[in-house]
């Protein structure tokens, strides 16, 4: 199981730093649009991450 979380941080990791690394332009952009954002909008994201990250973990 630690195995699976640790391979799953580091993808995540992975992924995270592909838009800056190719893009770093647009990653700003992107960074200051989601810093403007409200709470609530922020929240709302994370809400959907939240749920279909862990559809994918299920299978659905």
């Known amino acids: 199981m630690s195995d699976l979380l640790l391979g799953s941080l580091a993808l ?35 809400l959907c991450s939240l749920l279909a990250g862990f559809l994918l973990v299920l299978g659905l």
């Not at 992924?15 to 709470?39: I, K, T, Y």
């Open 12 to 46: 995540m990791l992975v992924f995270e730093g592909l838009l800056p690394f190719l893009n770093p332009q647009l990653w700003r952009q992107v960074f200051l649009q989601a810093v403007q954002m409200s709470d609530g909008q922020i929240r709302l994201f994370g």
